[in-house]
Each structure stands twice: as structure tokens, then as C-alpha cells.
């Protein structure tokens, strides 16, 4: 099984500030890696899949990078609207989603 | 536009299976995409238990597959999900979601999600 890790596992920011979250992979999974974005009471937003590719009508302040087995996703500047849980999945064997990461507000 | 709606008992006895099912609107059940279950317990992260093909092929989440029985049914543009002997570990908000057109028809990431249904085991 592939397991997921990401760090931090929350992270105070401020509006306006550059965000980074990293995803580690525990085995090579190429770039077949997705993120989400989830509100509270809200199902999951796929924001960024194959490591890098916007969704469609994702805000370009949102970038995902990486391959094999680190990735980041990066808010350029974060808005208010990003306050959220963020996760990444990888989808190389079967499905594996990360612990998650809970953006706040500082 | 595509929809996804889940539907089953919200309340579930310890032991008893759990019926869900997932209704597309707006879109073919039978077109290149698979179609997935993913759980999120309260408070907790999300956890996938399996996906499918609109021509039966499945696959499940290894930790789960012994109690996890996933069907499509094309002429109702639906697909259900079933898990055996549920304890309160199950007690869940289930969604279902559509998988991203892959090239190779292999499983991409999920685009468009149900609401999500909550469902507590308890007696």
C-alpha cells in the first residue's frame, strides 16, 4: 500500500500571505497526484490533479508541483475564501489520501 | 450540469450491512469514467473505499474488501455501494464522486462529488 503524509498538519496564515504545503508519497507514484480543497459541511473541491494541472475555474493563485514522491501545492496569495482543509490523493495504486492539512487564520 | 446524489438510511445497526446509492443527473453512467465511494468519519480525513466501471470492473480499498460489495446498474443511471457487519468505527459521512476521463481509461482523481450522506452505526 502506498501511504501519504503531509506537513504541516495545520498552518496559521495571513490573507495575503504565500502558502506551501508538502505531500510525500512512501513510494514513487510519478505525478499521479490530485489536491482538494474541503470547506466545513462541504464535500471535496478537486483543485490541482496530475501534480500540476488546474482544474478547471480553480483560481490560478493555486499551483501544485512535484513528481516521483514530493509534492507541493502553493497559494500564492492567500485569500480569505482559502481558509480550509487541504488534501492531497494519489491515484497511481488504487487511492490514498493524505492526513490533510488545516489552513487558518492567523 | 453532472449531479451526484446519495441516498440510504442515515441510521444503521451494529452488525447490520449499510445500503447507499449514488443517482447521476446530467451525465451517462456509462461513459469513460469510474465511479467511486469515499468515506469521512467525523472529524477525521477522507478515506477511499473503492471505485468502478460502468462494465463491472472494481476495485476496493484492501482494508475494506472483505465487507464491501460495489454494483452499477446502467439502466438507472446509479451505482450502490454495500458494507457488511458495520461497527460504530463505520459511523461516516459517505460521498460518492466521478473520476476525471483518464486517456488509458485507468482511474483518475475525482471531480465532481455528491453532497455526501451521514450515516451513524448505533443501536
Known amino acids: 500500500d502506498i501511504q501519504m503524509t503531509q506537513s504541516p498538519s495545520t498552518l496559521s496564515a495571513s490573507v495575503g500571505d504565500r502558502v506551501t504545503i508538502t505531500c510525500r508519497a512512501s513510494q514513487s507514484i510519478s505525478s499521479w497526484l490530485a489536491w482538494y480543497q474541503q470547506k466545513p459541511g462541504k464535500a471535496p473541491k478537486l483543485l490541482i490533479y496530475k501534480a500540476s494541472s488546474l482544474e478547471s475555474g480553480v483560481p490560478s493563485r493555486f499551483s501544485g508541483s512535484g513528481s516521483g514522491t514530493e509534492f507541493t501545492l502553493t497559494i500564492s496569495s492567500l485569500q480569505p475564501d482559502d481558509f480550509a482543509t487541504y488534501y492531497c490523493?494519489?491515484?497511481?495504486?488504487?487511492?490514498?489520501f493524505g492526513p490533510g492539512t488545516k489552513v487558518d487564520i492567523k | 450540469q453532472v449531479q451526484l446524489q446519495e441516498s440510504g438510511p442515515g441510521l444503521v445497526k451494529p452488525s447490520d450491512t449499510l445500503s447507499l446509492t449514488c443517482a447521476v443527473s446530467?451525465?451517462?453512467?456509462?461513459?469513460?469514467?469510474?465511479w467511486g465511494w469515499i468515506r469521512q468519519p467525523p472529524g477525521k480525513g477522507l478515506e477511499w473505499i473503492g471505485y468502478?466501471?460502468?462494465?463491472?470492473?472494481?476495485y476496493y480499498n484492501p482494508s475494506l474488501k472483505s465487507r464491501v460489495t460495489m454494483s452499477v446498474d446502467t439502466s438507472k443511471n446509479q451505482f450502490s455501494l454495500k458494507l457488511s457487519s458495520v461497527t460504530a468505527v463505520d459511523t461516516a459521512v459517505y460521498y460518492c464522486?466521478?473520476?476525471?476521463?483518464?486517456?488509458?481509461?485507468?482511474?483518475?482523481?475525482?471531480?465532481?462529488w455528491g453532497q455526501g450522506t451521514m450515516v451513524t452505526v448505533s443501536s
Open positions: 464522486a466521478r473520476t476525471r476521463y483518464n486517456w488509458n481509461d485507468s482511474p483518475d482523481a475525482f471531480d465532481i
Open positions: 490523493q494519489q491515484y497511481n495504486s488504487y487511492f490514498t
Open positions: 468502478i466501471y460502468y462494465s463491472g470492473s472494481i
Open positions: 446530467g451525465y451517462s453512467i456509462s461513459s469513460s469514467n469510474w
